[in-house]
């Protein structure tokens, strides 16, 4: 069944030789901390540590080295909250193309210095009244410009999902077999991604999306049988992980093979993000702790389990972390 998916254990490890001599591979933690609080054998997959601070290096350079060399001066364009932002600008930064960046107006001031930082060009726009992808689209059409998108792309799920191929040969290497791995989602390219590689060679591994209470989408979804949009119109602190709907190559994969969702609230969420840095001695952004945030919060079973949590991202604002943390 793995096979006739969108993306492949195949795909995952090409893009794991692309990406083999610029990504970090983050390690995988234990925590004895965690072992006595929840009765399991928890591993942490410390994507915090990886280039620009997030998982999301890994798909946008998977994603950039397969533009074609004759049309990489036009540059590419992408839409983001922030860390897909980096990701790309980082990347494009690396294959010396240009980069333009469209993000919400709202998007945390750090996120949005960040990828200028890496040389992208930053467009800003109202989440609530306009379409990010219209004129990311506009954008591009008017310079012939490559658009990257954030997770709905067979060389973006490709890149995330060696994110799990790591886990898999670390946890091989420890002759450990996952009983669960949870992993945040937005649009779901970094859980279907590893979703991939995880059921590929651990076929009795259960994954599982994490989201925020409310943007649970693909809990939603995964209950439905079909792609379903969360609905929600309250704000959340986990700003990477506010997707509306499932994407349409994502979820192929992920109802597939995903377990169920999980979701944790913000002040579950919140506590995650102080346990990391009292604990684990980590910097985790909100959307990147909300795996971290349903284990603690006792959303599924894990005593006598060994379970793998993905930190996804670690941008997070000064001034939100000072508060999150105290």
Do not use: W
């Not at 994969?253 to 840095?277: H, M, W």
């Amino acid at each position: 069944m793995i096979a006739q998916l969108p993306v492949t254990a195949a795909d995952i490890d090409a893009a794991a030789s692309v990406l083999a001599p610029v990504a970090v591979r983050t390690p995988l933690i234990s925590s004895p901390a965690l072992d006595a609080l929840t009765g399991g054998r928890i591993f942490l997959k410390a994507e915090v540590l990886q280039r620009t601070g997030s998982f999301k290096f890994r798909g946008a350079y998977n994603r950039l080295s397969a533009i074609p060399a004759s049309v990489r001066g036009a540059g590419v364009v992408a839409f983001s909250s922030g860390n897909h932002a980096q990701g790309v600008a980082a990347a494009a930064q690396l294959f010396g193309m240009a980069a333009t960046i469209v993000m919400p107006a709202d998007a945390p001031v750090s996120k949005r210095e960040r990828t200028k930082s890496y040389g992208a060009e930053v467009v800003l726009y109202d989440r609530l009244r306009e379409d990010r992808e219209a004129i990311a689209g506009e954008i591009a059409a008017g310079r012939g410009a490559t658009v990257i998108r954030p997770y709905d792309d067979p060389l973006i799920i490709a890149g995330q999902g060696t994110a799990g191929r790591e886990i898999c040969e670390e946890l091989a290497v420890r002759g450990i077999a996952p009983d669960i791995v949870v992993a945040p989602a937005s649009g779901g390219g970094l859980v279907a991604g590893t979703a991939v590689a995880v059921k590929s060679r651990f076929p009795h591994a259960a994954v599982m999306s994490a989201e925020p209470e409310g943007y649970d989408d693909h809990a939603r979804s995964l209950a439905a049988g079909h792609r379903v949009a969360h609905g929600a119109s309250e704000p959340t602190i986990c700003d990477a992980l506010m997707a509306q709907i499932p994407g349409e190559i994502t979820f192929a994969i992920n109802g597939a093979l995903l377990k169920q969702g999980v979701t944790a609230t913000d002040v579950e969420v919140g506590r995650a993000v102080a346990f990391a840095f009292r604990e684990l001695k980590l910097v985790v952004e909100p959307g990147g702790a909300v795996a971290l945030a349903a284990l603690l919060a006792g959303r599924f079973a894990v005593k006598d389990r060994a379970v793998v949590i993905v930190l996804s991202g670690g941008n997070v604002d000064a001034d939100l972390y000072t508060r999150l943390i105290a």
